[in-house]
């Protein structure tokens, strides 16, 4: 299995554990996509268009959308508790966005293996360890598409 220090091409080959995991969540809840959950996230592994990176900086799409018990969740979902900084943003920014909202929740979920129980972490909880000056600030090996270091924590999980 590959690990964070991988080349971002071995860590995008394969199946995507913490995909699997959520999809056989929704299962295991009786939800159904198109009427209680859509996967609208962005995936490497399917999207070759040229340029696509562009579209990751300006999209605020989230992994999945899930409704439940009257609330419509807006969620990121992890297999790893490293958490880079671009999704923290952009889970900020939704949050942000959706805060006028009570019904509104935005965070992620994260899953240790396949058949794990998720953890759902919301934007706050987010937000205060993304700020804890305890949690170092880490890089992955490559840079992204402009160059520049890729920034992420990880996650007291």
């Known amino acids: 299995m590959p690990t964070y220090k991988d080349s971002y091409s071995k860590r995008n080959s394969g199946d995507d554990m913490a995909d699997l995991a959520m999809q056989s969540y929704l299962r295991k809840n009786d939800c159904k996509e198109f009427?209680?959950?859509l996967r609208i996230g962005t995936d490497p592994k399917e999207n070759f268009l040229d340029l696509f990176w562009f579209a990751t900086k300006i999209?605020?799409?989230?992994?999945?959308?899930?409704?439940?018990?009257?609330?419509?969740f807006f969620i990121e979902v992890k297999?790893?508790?490293?958490?880079?900084?671009?999704?923290?943003?952009?889970?900020?920014?939704?949050?942000?966005k959706g805060s006028r909202f009570k019904e509104v929740k935005v965070g992620i979920m994260y899953f240790k293996s396949l058949d794990a129980e998720p953890v759902w972490?919301?934007?706050?909880?987010?937000?205060?360890?993304?700020?804890?000056?305890?949690?170092?600030?880490?890089?992955?090996?490559?840079?992204?598409?402009?160059?520049?270091?890729k920034p992420y924590k990880e996650l007291p999980l």
């Open 59 to 72: 999209l605020l799409l989230p992994d999945y959308i899930l409704v439940r018990k009257g609330y419509i």
């Open 79 to 96: 297999g790893t508790n490293k958490l880079k900084e671009d999704d923290y943003f952009k889970i900020q920014e939704m949050a942000f």
């Open 35 to 37: 009427h209680d959950y």
């Open 121 to 149: 972490i919301d934007h706050n909880k987010l937000k205060e360890y993304w700020l804890d000056h305890t949690i170092p600030i880490k890089y992955y090996p490559e840079n992204d598409f402009m160059g520049n270091k």
